[in-house]
């Protein structure tokens, strides 16, 4: 092939703005090497492009509407290598629109943080905090990269990775007398005030486990607040099932809560990272899910925030 990529740039200026004056004009060049460019072109492919009119005026060809579209493609992954050479040599920079599951960006957010700033200065996050629905709606519509969430009730246009298994537990005042047990069953809770995690999808989860298992929550208050749900089961006012938990196990008011294992075979869910199942990373976006895969997969960093 013979013809440059400068070349199919001019090609493309003259489909988008219809005649080889108005190209040459947003190329700044001389419209004689606007016309070369394009009878290059056609006389390299045998092609016919343009029905050109007068006076200045020319139309794309059904075969040259189809042409312009792949030269279009080939400049994009052009651009899309020079930027990617030129990242090899030199430090990332820029920003990537990262969405994270509202519920376990203080977790796990901090620690992708550290990790970027001592791997790439250059390289920022823009963070975005969201319920299931919302992480999925921002992907779709372009609106973040990627994000941080769970396997929970996935869009059919979402591309999951897995990167840990994360199982939920039993919050309980320390004082509570299931406390006492290692594990606790769904069956005992269903029998108890719970306090439901009142964020869409999660809500949605953490009842159908027992619904699954024949058996209803008994839920005594509904809040959208992690803390307020801590706080809550601190003061005695009923459980609640979580999935992350803090290392720290007393709430605002002092309280001092328990952690403990469900006893029923659950399948835990998964936390990992989403994208669009069209979407192509550039060497951003891929270096801040690298950076989460090594996190989460080869140093376990959220092993302190699971139950055992």
């Not at 839920?219 to 006012?237: C, F, N, P, T």
Request: hydrophobic share 40%.
């Amino acid at each position: 092939m013979l013809t440059s990529l400068r070349h199919l740039s001019y090609l493309v200026a003259v489909a988008d703005h219809g005649s080889i004056t108005a190209a040459a004009e947003h190329l700044r060049i001389s419209q004689p090497a606007v016309s070369a460019a394009l009878r290059d072109i056609e006389s390299e492919f045998d092609l016919s492009l343009f029905i050109r009119q007068r006076p200045h005026k020319i139309t794309m060809t059904a075969i040259g509407r189809r042409f312009v579209s792949n030269a279009k493609q080939l400049l994009e992954s052009a651009h899309e290598f020079d930027v990617d050479v030129r990242n090899l040599r030199e430090n990332l920079q820029g920003v990537v629109e990262f969405g994270c599951f509202a519920p376990t960006a203080p977790f796990v957010i901090p620690i992708v943080i550290d990790r970027l700033k001592e791997k790439y200065p250059g390289l920022k996050i823009k963070l975005h905090e969201g319920d299931i629905d919302e992480l999925n709606r921002l992907l779709t519509e372009g609106q973040i990269d990627l994000a941080l969430t769970y396997d929970m009730y996935l869009d059919s246009s979402i591309k999951f990775e897995p990167l840990t298994e994360a199982p939920p537990y039993v919050l309980l005042a320390a004082d509570d007398p299931l406390a006492k047990q290692k594990s606790v069953s769904l069956k005992d809770l269903a029998q108890r005030d719970m306090i439901s995690f009142d964020l869409p999808v999660t809500q949605q989860y953490f009842h159908s486990l027992f619904i699954q298992n024949n058996l209803r929550p008994r839920i005594k208050h509904q809040v959208k607040g992690y803390e307020m749900v801590r706080s809550l089961v601190g003061a005695g006012e009923g459980f609640s099932l979580l999935i992350m938990r803090p290392v720290n196990k007393r709430t605002y008011a002092g309280d001092e809560l328990a952690y403990r294992k469900l006893s029923d075979d659950i399948s835990p869910p998964r936390y990992g990272l989403t994208f669009t199942t069209h979407y192509r990373p550039t060497r951003l976006v891929e270096a801040v899910a690298n950076v989460c895969r090594e996190l989460l997969t080869v140093d376990n960093q959220l092993d302190d925030f699971l139950v055992d």
